[in-house]
């Protein structure tokens, strides 16, 4: 008997050792995800876009903040036939508060201010692939 209150022991403190390791890589995970601020300081603004996301290492779990007038300026998710052509549907996806916080899938992503004609073929209009 005594040797099985020493193998439940050890059992117990495997499965310790085991929950806290996955605790400290979950909180890794989450600690490595990230916010981009879309146009950097000056945020979703009347300007071109299309070169902000160059140079960036997008993930899966980080997020974008766009940052607006939201009387001067919207966020609408796109396919990537739609960010080409500058033209969303009625039923797409739309943003419109002023401080957006879009968190990123695996994938392709492709936004657009789609609020005032003109916007997007002027530049405003993003396409981010996270890993």
């Given at each position: 008997m005594p040797s099985q209150?020493?193998?439940g022991s050890a059992l117990v403190a495997a499965a310790v050792?085991?929950?806290v390791c996955l605790s400290s890589a979950l909180n890794f995970e989450v600690a490595q995800a990230r916010d981009y601020r879309v146009g950097g300081a000056q945020g979703w603004t009347?300007?071109?876009f299309v070169r902000w996301p160059k140079?960036?290492?997008f993930r899966a779990g980080d997020t974008l903040v766009f940052k607006y007038d939201a009387e001067q300026y919207d966020v609408v998710v796109?396919?990537?036939a739609q960010y080409r052509r500058c033209s969303a549907p009625a039923n797409?996806?739309?943003y419109h508060t002023g401080?957006?916080?879009i968190k990123l899938a695996k994938g392709h992503h492709?936004?657009?201010c789609n609020i005032f004609p003109g916007h997007c073929k002027a530049g405003m209009r993003i396409a981010v692939k996270a890993m």
């Amino acid at each position: 008997m005594p040797s099985q209150g020493r193998r439940g022991s050890a059992l117990v403190a495997a499965a310790v050792a085991l929950a806290v390791c996955l605790s400290s890589a979950l909180n890794f995970e989450v600690a490595q995800a990230r916010d981009y601020r879309v146009g950097g300081a000056q945020g979703w603004t009347n300007g071109n876009f299309v070169r902000w996301p160059k140079g960036k290492n997008f993930r899966a779990g980080d997020t974008l903040v766009f940052k607006y007038d939201a009387e001067q300026y919207d966020v609408v998710v796109v396919t990537q036939a739609q960010y080409r052509r500058c033209s969303a549907p009625a039923n797409a996806t739309a943003y419109h508060t002023g401080n957006d916080r879009i968190k990123l899938a695996k994938g392709h992503h492709f936004f657009m201010c789609n609020i005032f004609p003109g916007h997007c073929k002027a530049g405003m209009r993003i396409a981010v692939k996270a890993m």
